[in-house]
C-alpha cells in the first residue's frame, strides 16, 4: 500500500500505570470532564479512547510553546486509557500493543509499583518509546497549587523545602528506573531522548506539568516517528469491544491504527463460531475530546481515517470477538482471509 511521506497520521497515545497512580485524572483535566468520577469503585475496567484535534492540544501548550519552533505536522492524538488493577494484565497489553508511545503514570508518592513494573515489561519487549508522568506533585508538603501551568514555572515558584523533597523523590525515581534499565532524566534536562526517558511532574488536580506533558508528546513523535506515522492506505483495524446499545443492537468498539473505514465497507470480524462477514451500517465516534466507553452523544461519519476509536454498527456482531483484527473485503473475503480469521474456542 502506498505511504505518503508528507501526510502523518495521528499518533496512539497509551496510558499505563499501577491502579489509582492518576491515569484517567490526566485525561479528565486535558478532557474537562469527569470520567474517574463516575467509575465503578473509581476503578476503569475497560480501555478506553479520546481523540485529541491539534488545536485543542495546541491551546494547552501555547504558554510553552511561545517562542519556541516546534512544527505541527500531525492532526491529533489518540490516547488511549488502560485499567491499572492487577486483574487486567490483558488489557493493557492490548493497550500498549496498538499504540506509538506511551505515558507511563508514577505516583510521585509511591515510586515505582509492581503493575508499573509489569507496564515497564510491556513497554520494554514491544521497544514502545515512553515518557513518565510523576503524578500527584500537589501532594508533595506545602505545594502552592498554580492551575494548568507548566512545571518548569510552576516548580520554580515552591517554597526552598518543597523543591528538596520534589528534588530527593525525582532522585529516588531515577535510581528505580536505572535499576530497572532504564536511564531518565527530567524533561528540561534531558540532553538525549533517545537514551533517556523524560521525566514529566504533573498534577491532574490542579494541571501542573499538563501542557509541558502534551507538548512533549507533540514533539516526541514528530521527531523519533515521522517514519512510522507516515499515512499508509493499508487498513489495520482491533476489536476491543462488542456492545449492545439501545437503537442500534450489537455494536463493535474498535480502534483503527491505520487506514480508512467507510459506511458500506463490507468487513471481516472473528467470531466464537468463525469468521462474521458484515457491512458496515454506521461508522460512529464521540465527539472530540469525549471518552469512548462512557455512554454519550455520537458522531456519524461516511468514512474515517486512522487514528480514530469507532463504534461500528452493523449486522451479525453478537457473538464478535474482543482483542481481534477486523479485515475490510471487497468480495467478500477470500478463503484464505477467512481461515486466517478463524478461531479455536
Ligand atoms: P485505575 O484506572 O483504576 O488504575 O486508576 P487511575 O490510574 O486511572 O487513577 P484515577 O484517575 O482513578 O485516580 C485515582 C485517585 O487519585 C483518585 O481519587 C484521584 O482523584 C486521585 N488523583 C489522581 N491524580 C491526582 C493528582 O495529581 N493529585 C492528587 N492529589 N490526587 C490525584
Ligand atoms: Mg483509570
Ligand atoms: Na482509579
Redesign the pocket.
Known sequence: SARTPDRLRSPIVC?L?????????????IRKTNV??G?A?????QIGATFFPLDAVKRETSKLAAGRALSHDIPALLII?????ES?TNLRSRGSSLCDIAIL?V?IMHGLEP?TMESIQLLKQRKTPFIVAL?????LYDWKAKPMTPVIDALPAQKKHVQDEFKRRLEETKVAFAEVGFNSEVYWDNDDVRSHVSLVP?????GEGIPDLLYLLVSLTQKLMSDRLMWTSHLECTLLEVKVIEGLGTTIDVILTGGTLKEGDTIVVCGLDGAIVTTVRALLTPHPMKEMRVKGQYVRHASIEAAQGIKISADGLDRAVAGTQLLITEDGGSEEELDLLRVEV
Open positions: 496510558i500505570g499501577h491502579v489509582d497512580t492518576g491515569k484517567t485524572k490526566i485525561l479528565d483535566k474517574q468520577d467509575e469503585g473509581g476503578i476503569t475496567q486509557d488502560t485499567p491499572g488493577h487486567f503514570v505516583d503493575q503524578n500527584k506533585v500537589d501532594r504533573t498534577s491532574a488536580i490542579s
